[in-house]
């Protein structure tokens, strides 16, 4: 199970620093990506200000709980060279690969949801690659390492229309890819369970290496709640050398909309898991089983939470019946 820090909310929109025109007393701050860089934890928020136009800001933190949110908003440089129209930058998610942190985002478009790729090497400058999915998908996660020579990602095509047209998605997929540009999807990797927690579903952060299987936290909207969707999450632990095939998966959810923060706000009734940091690996990389894991995420797309856990146990948790 994810425990809840007790003083959640670790940022909430008061957090945020004022910069006319566009950073006035701005509405909220949600989805963090995480990722810990050179002894600190480092968050790239997704800010909404009361226009509704979204901005990315960087927090810094030394312990993982108190962050201090940068006054000026991330520049993705380059991202001037796609002249269709981009409506929001949002919901990123970090993944070091070699000393560089790759940040893959979505982008709302004419034609639905894009993801976006940049990088970073100093968390100073941050410069925008490319458009890394051209289909209608969200939710795209890099793995911290590739996987028989190939760069891997899950992602969620969105192929299934909501009541009210919005896309959504009833299944996880994975990609590959040479140069982390061009992307060739492999198939699917798991669904989402009607009737369930996770009727549709989508990558939480990155995962995480453990000895027993890529760790992942994803998340899962059940629908069939008349009126409202909870957004909850869940875990999976995927096989390390074929990380199309699912080894466990949690029956029921590991974190859910209770608390006021989490039940009540933009959108009621969610919890956005979208960054993970485990606090020590082995000298192979390996996730150690007692280390903590610190999970942040949206609540209620109004502020951020975190919620930490062990890897064993979450290793556990998925392969409780
Ligand atoms: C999803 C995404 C997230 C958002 C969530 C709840 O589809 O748009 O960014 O937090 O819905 O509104």
């Not at 289909?135 to 095509?157: A, Q, S, T």
């Not at 061009?182 to 009607?194: A, D, L, T």
């Not at 996730?287 to 949206?298: H, N, P, T």
């Not at 290793?315 to 019946?321: A, G, M, P, V």
């Amino acid at each position: 199970m994810l425990k809840r820090y007790q003083k959640n909310p670790i940022l909430t929109r008061k957090d945020i620093p004022n910069l006319p025109p566009n950073l006035v007393d701005v509405s909220s701050v949600f989805n963090p990506g995480a990722i810990k860089f050179k002894d600190q934890y480092i968050l790239l928020l997704r800010v909404q200000n009361r226009g509704r136009e979204t901005f990315t800001l960087k927090a810094t933190s030394q312990d993982g709980i108190h962050f201090k949110v940068a006054k000026n908003p991330v520049i993705f440089e380059g991202l001037e060279k796609i002249k269709e129209k981009i409506y929001h930058v949002y919901d990123p998610r970090l993944t070091m690969i070699e000393g560089v942190c790759y940040i893959m985002f979505a982008m709302d478009m004419d034609d639905g949801c894009k993801l976006g790729l940049a990088i970073t090497k100093d968390f100073e400058t941050f410069e925008f690659m490319d458009i890394v999915g051209r289909g209608d998908v969200r939710n795209g996660v890099l793995f911290p390492e590739k996987i028989g020579g190939k760069y891997i990602r899950l992602e969620r095509p969105n192929r299934q229309a909501l009541s009210g047209g919005i896309m959504t998605g009833t299944e996880i997929w994975l990609s590959s890819s040479d140069d982390l540009l061009h992307w060739k999807e492999e198939g699917p990797v798991m669904k989402g369970r009607f009737h369930y927690w996770d009727e549709t579903i989508g990558s939480g952060p990155p995962p995480i290496k453990t000895k027993e299987g890529w760790l992942h936290i994803y998340h899962g909207v059940a629908h069939h709640f008349g009126s409202a969707s909870v957004y909850q999450a869940g875990a999976v632990l995927l096989d390390l050398n074929d990380p199309q095939k699912v080894l466990a998966r949690t029956r029921q959810n590991i974190l859910e909309p209770r608390e006021l923060y989490e039940l009540t706000g933009q959108v009621p009734n969610v919890v956005f898991p979208s960054g993970m940091i485990c606090e020590s690996y082995d000298e192979h990389g390996f996730a150690l089983s007692e280390a903590e894991i610190k999970v942040y995420y949206g609540a209620a797309d109004t502020v951020a939470g975190l919620a930490t856990s062990k890897v064993q146990e979450l290793i556990d948790r998925c392969k409780t019946e």
